[in-house]
């Protein structure tokens, strides 16, 4: 079993973070009390989105390249 954080944004369950499920696998939906507007979370909303596989690339390169030692730079 696997949790999946979201919100509902009036017509569909939105998840927040990547969903790691079958397509139409049974899920059980648990509608909390809280709004996202109360647990302090909605500024997340200005990150959603996708990135397209070359962006992606580009960025993990640049990632990687930060752990490589640079000797003799100071």
Do not use: C
């Not at 017509?11 to 899920?27: D, E």
């Not at 200005?46 to 596989?53: E, M, N, R, V, Y």
């Not at 390249?65 to 003799?72: A, G, H, K, M, R």
Request: charged letters at 25%; aromatic letters at 10%.
């Amino acid at each position: 079993m696997t949790a999946v954080k979201a919100y509902y944004d009036g017509k569909a369950f939105v998840p927040i973070s990547p969903v790691h499920a079958a397509r139409n696998q049974a899920a059980i939906v648990t509608v909390l009390d809280e709004t996202v507007e109360e647990t302090g979370n909605r500024d997340y909303l200005q990150f959603a989105g996708s990135l397209s596989d070359e962006d992606y690339r580009e960025i993990t390169a640049i990632l990687n390249s930060t752990e490589t030692i640079d000797e003799n730079e100071w």
